[in-house]
């Protein structure tokens, strides 16, 4: 029964712990902060993971979140895309760059 137990616990904590991964919100850093999830934008996007889905989920229409600025070095850090899950989709999977 232990035995059972324990396997039953790591199993649901591998299942946590894999459904928390796809589930990152935006980074940034103490000159670009990220936002709160308030719905404002949309969740963070990959479309290479996704070359046969046309995003439909609830906010795939929403922006997305994007800061940049140019360190003293003169580096220009970016975080985020602006576009939204559907532009970035069509963007890489349509064979055009979306920008009108």
Partial sequence: M??????????????????????????GDERCPPPKDDGTYSAPYKALDYPQDYPTFFGADKPGWSCSYQ??????????????????????????????
């Fill in 2 to 27: 232990k035995r059972y137990a324990f396997v039953l616990f790591f199993v649901m904590f591998a299942a946590i712990q894999a459904h928390s991964a796809d589930n990152n919100w935006y980074v």
């Fill in 71 to 100: 360190r003293e070095d003169g580096v220009i850090v970016q975080y985020g895309d602006s576009r939204t899950p559907q532009q970035q989709w069509l963007a890489l999977w349509a064979g055009g760059d979306n920008e009108n």
